[in-house]
């Protein structure tokens, strides 16, 4: 009895390289009438990793996680999830996916409890197992002492968490977020993050989407960064952040002294370009890839050369930082024609000292 | 498990969640009954205190028989009216069954309860099914209030007790088809205001009828297009099969009430139905 195909290779081996990536994608696009949502996307994501799909709004990280949810159907090219086809076997992704949207998509007439319950019995727990996952999840993330009350009640934070926790019902080896704390307060965010932390530790293969760097940073084992429906960088948060530098301002408290600080702030980046603002009396530079800005460095060296500096900070790259460093434009751009537009009105702002 | 089992299990959960729905809150239960209360004072005593029926009384009159009602030894056109007017009511309370289903279907596209349920191994079909069947399981229950009610105000069963049956599983067979319409526009609106201005166009659509007033006084074309609504014949139909006073009408639907009342169930059901779970099934695609 022979397990090998005619092409020579081995079945287990290509259910064994199936299941190496928990979600792949391979060409996919997608268009909406006259918008081209997705242009070509490539998506590897290994099992047991969390892959961050970073862009700015309309770069198509929706559609991406709706493709691979099996709400839209590509037009073009595959999509693979836990090693079944999208468009194939809909029905074997859906039993092996969570989903948490932009929305909470939970069902505001009703309790916690209740929603969990209902989403057990669909997903075929039957009553009872229904009943006792409710009551699992609720205690494992907290939700117990709000269970009974109508989610109606519950504020935007607790909502996002009842809809994360509403898409762990079946355990789902992979869990696809869709901004999965756009629009919640710090300490909300600090929830969903540390639930997120935890499913991964536990092996659950996450693909989330952000528009935020410092959470792609914080989550992510790779941050692929896709625009205009196509992935444009990838590779581990550390790396992305290496190759764009750190952005680096002061405020002085002497308009005199603006070339003065200019000069250090150049040195201290690597000869980075330096934007000047007289008018806020503020320097500016993004350091050059590779080059690290350490705070109490930069205050010395305005000191030795007696600049007055009322305030100074060094910040991590921002998304628009990686999207200036990784396009050339500012991100939001619309059509390529707009692009070089955007990209002179860039090069406009920083006035070059 | 097989397909069947999964079916009716998932018909089963979807139609546990409207039920929680009134029974998490009691007030929705309580307007879905007031309203219909409140239809027959309003359509009754204030429409009927000034309307009267052409054939209402040769209605009325062929029940002085029924021993110990108030309503027929009358046999008044007052009466009369009401009489007329309940089998428009039960279909009335069928047709405004569009507009709840319709919002709640609109509201869980928007909220993306729907992509939720989407992105689940589970049966469309058992999931728009549960949502119809619970649906018309709370008619049941108004349509037995709205009976007892137009029992007081004098309203009577004239026909055998098979005819009444068929009476009420018409009205049934009818609400289950509204809601099939209502879920069709809800999930093709897609947004929660959106579904609650098309609200507004319902309402018309329940008044162009032989429900409240005979067709006979409207203008040629306002009565041909109230002759030939689907919940027209409804109407017809149960006025019919009840025994109640009607209006003489020599358009099709209202000379063959039953059939014509059937067919229209079945058109609306076939259309919608399938649409509705295609809506559902490819939505945003």
Not at chain 2, 71 to 81: C, K
Request: glycine residues 12%; hydrophobic residues 50%; neutral net charge.
């Amino acid at each position: 009895m022979s397990d090998t195909a005619w092409t020579g290779i081995p079945k287990s081996s290509e259910a064994a390289r199936n299941a190496a990536f928990a979600v792949e994608m391979s060409g996919v696009e997608k268009r909406f009438g006259a918008t081209r949502a997705l242009r070509g996307l490539d998506l590897a994501v290994p099992a047991g990793t969390v892959c961050g799909l970073l862009g700015p709004n309309g770069a198509g990280k929706t559609t991406a996680v709706r493709v691979l949810a099996t709400l839209v159907a590509p037009d073009r090219g595959a999509a693979r999830v836990a090693g079944h086809d999208v468009a194939r076997e809909p029905d074997a992704v859906r039993r092996s996916i969570g989903l948490a949207g932009q929305h909470a998509a939970v069902d505001e007439g009703l309790t916690g409890r209740d929603n969990l319950h209902l989403l057990g019995r669909l997903h075929r727990l039957g009553g009872r197992g229904a009943r006792d996952r409710a009551e699992e999840l609720l205690d494992r993330f907290g939700l117990t002492g709000a269970a009974d009350r109508l989610v109606r009640t519950y504020s935007g934070g607790m909502r996002r968490r009842l809809d994360l926790v509403a898409s762990l019902v079946t355990a789902p080896p992979v869990l696809f977020l869709d901004e999965p704390t756009t629009g919640l307060d710090p300490r909300s965010r600090r929830q969903i993050w540390d639930a997120v932390q935890e499913l991964a530790e536990a092996g659950t293969t996450v693909l989330l989407t952000t528009q935020y760097l410092e959470e792609a940073d914080r989550l992510a084992d790779t941050v692929v960064v896709i625009d205009h429906g196509a992935a444009i960088a990838t590779g581990p948060p550390e790396r992305l952040k290496e190759s764009i530098g750190t952005r680096v301002s002061v405020t002085l408290a002497d308009a005199g002294q603006l070339g003065r600080a200019a000069v250090v702030l150049s040195a201290l980046a690597g000869n980075g370009d330096v934007a000047v603002d007289q008018d806020e009396r503020t320097v500016e530079v993004v350091s050059r890839p590779g080059v690290k800005v350490l705070l109490p460095k930069l205050v010395r060296e305005l000191d030795a050369v007696g600049v007055v500096a009322v305030d100074a900070a060094v910040r991590p790259p921002s998304l628009d930082d990686v999207f200036l460093a990784l396009t050339g434009r500012v991100r939001g751009g619309g059509s390529e024609d707009s692009d070089a537009a955007a990209t002179a009105d860039a090069s406009a702002e920083r006035k070059v000292a | 498990m097989s397909a069947v089992a999964n079916l009716a299990a998932d018909t089963w959960s979807s139609m546990l969640r409207v039920l929680l729905h009134y029974r998490r809150s009691p007030g929705l239960l309580a307007v879905s009954l007031a309203v219909p209360v409140l239809m027959v004072v309003v359509f009754g005593y204030v429409f009927g205190s000034a309307i009267t029926v052409p054939g209402a009384e040769t209605g009325a009159a062929g029940a002085t028989g029924a021993t110990g009602a108030p309503g027929a030894s009358g046999a008044g056109s007052v009466d009369g009216y009401r009489e007329f007017l309940m089998p428009g009511l039960f279909a009335m309370v069928a047709v405004n069954g569009i507009m709840p289903t319709m919002v709640g279907a609109a509201r869980d596209v928007g909220r993306g309860v729907t992509d939720r349920l989407r992105s689940m191994a589970v049966s469309r079909t058992g999931l728009l099914l549960g949502q119809t069947l619970a649906d018309l399981l709370v008619s049941v229950v108004v349509l037995a209030l709205l009976a007892a009610v137009g029992l007081v105000v004098g309203w009577r069963i004239r026909g055998g007790a098979a005819d009444a049956a068929g009476a009420f599983g018409l009205l049934l067979l009818f609400r289950f088809a509204m809601t099939w319409v209502g879920l069709l526009l809800g999930l093709a609106v897609g947004k929660e205001e959106a579904a609650g201005q098309l609200v507004v166009a319902v309402f018309p659509l329940a008044m162009v009828t032989n429900a409240f007033v005979p067709t006979g006084g409207m203008p040629g074309w306002l009565a041909a297009v109230a002759e030939w609504n689907p919940m027209s014949a409804v109407v017809q139909a149960g006025r019919d099969l009840f025994g109640n006073p009607s209006a003489p009408s020599a358009a099709w639907p209202m000379q063959h009430s039953v059939p014509a009342a059937l067919l229209w169930c079945a058109v609306l059901l076939l259309v919608c139905g399938p649409f509705a779970v295609r809506k559902f099934a490819s939505h945003g695609t």
